[in-house]
């Protein structure tokens, strides 16, 4: 709970003096958790930006956000994080011409 407060905290401070890209974008070589922290900046940049990052309780959230991210890092380190976005484009297209 610390840790996410912590996370919201710096995420509004970072996004009120400056752009959060050089916090966001990490290179091939950073450590697991540095792109895990890019990950998680991300995600509630993002989820801030739609106005859903204070819908439902932190817990919830902070559960969502770790969530995407380690399933992220995931394919990623199995080396299909992009192929992952073309097999499902495949899939849904197939599905679609199916109806």
Same mark, same amino acid.
């Given at each position: ?36 922290? %890019?990950?998680?900046?991300? $995600? #509630? *940049? &993002?989820?801030?930006? /739609? ?5 439902? +309780? ?19 380190? %199995?080396?299909?994080?992009? $192929? #992952? *976005? &073309?097999?499902?484009? /495949? ?5 679609? +011409?199916?109806?």
């Amino acid at each position: 709970m610390k840790k996410v407060c912590l996370i919201l905290g710096a995420l509004m401070l970072f996004s009120a003096c400056s752009s959060l890209d050089q916090y966001i974008n990490v290179g091939a070589n950073a450590s697991p958790k540095e792109k895990f922290r %890019a990950c998680a900046l991300s $995600e #509630a *940049q &993002t989820k801030l930006k /739609n106005g859903t990052l204070f819908a439902q +309780n932190i817990s919830t959230t902070k559960d969502e956000i770790v969530n995407t991210c380690i399933k992220k890092m995931a394919l990623e380190s %199995a080396g299909i994080d992009e $192929e #992952a *976005q &073309t097999i499902t484009s /495949n899939i849904i297209n197939s599905l679609r +011409n199916l109806q």
